[in-house]
């Protein structure tokens, strides 16, 4: 029976929780001050640019990869890219985070703070930021692939993180959800050892129902 070692991708799922631990303190400090500091910031042109990158901008990016990913698996001989991981973790990020907004149910920033507007309307619960959560996820398949690829999307990702908040959509601590939600997960599909993990399992699976078809 092969031997499977999860030991790197423990360290990195310690190092996920540490940098929650960080970021969630800090957004936690920051939940009642935020919203003053961007009204202070607050242009319409600006506003114009956030959302036009959190509703709009986003979503061509991941449509411009997805038609990439589906385009490389029809070209691949063997039909495999390494942008799968990736997708796993879009779809996994998304549907946790709306569980996670059920589960919490905190009330978005507007709902709670009296005299705060969003710039865009919102109906689902605050925490965590399925925005973030969902950008975040594919921040380390990309690194694992092409780390400046990696980089430049780890800055995008904060972007739209901070852009949330501006919205008066989101606190902080939503941010700091999201970013170890997405992180997390993208982290677990993407890693060498769950992924061996998987493979080894489904080659089991496979002989296994082989030999039961063959049982006589």
């Known amino acids: ?46 506003d114009r640019l956030i959302i036009f990158l959190t509703e709009q901008f986003i979503f061509v990016i991941f449509g411009i990869f997805a038609v990439i990913g589906f385009y490389r698996i029809w070209k691949s001989p063997d039909h495999k890219t390494k942008l ?74 904060l972007v739209i993180g901070v852009s949330r908040v501006y919205e008066n959509v989101h606190y902080p601590s939503d941010i700091a959800g999201g970013i170890f939600l997405g992180g997390l997960i993208g982290s677990f599909f993407s890693h060498r050892e769950i992924q061996h993990a998987i493979s080894h399992w489904w080659e089991n699976e496979r002989e296994f129902r082989r030999q039961s078809f063959h049982f006589r």
């Open 84 to 157: 799968i991981p990736a997708g796993f973790a879009v779809v996994s990020t998304a549907i946790i985070s709306f569980i996670f907004k059920a589960f919490f149910a905190i009330p978005r920033p507007f709902n709670a703070i009296e005299g705060l507007t969003p710039l865009i309307p919102e109906l689902s619960a605050s925490f965590p930021s399925a925005h973030t959560a969902v950008t975040f996820a594919v921040l380390v398949p990309f690194y694992r692939v092409f780390k400046p690829l990696g980089w430049a999307w780890g800055f995008f990702a």
């Open 1 to 46: 029976m092969t031997h499977l070692s999860f030991a790197s991708f423990k360290r990195e799922v310690w190092s996920w929780a540490g940098l929650f631990m960080v970021l969630w303190g800090m957004g936690k400090m920051l939940d009642p001050h935020a919203f003053i500091f961007f009204e202070g910031l607050r242009t319409p042109d600006l």
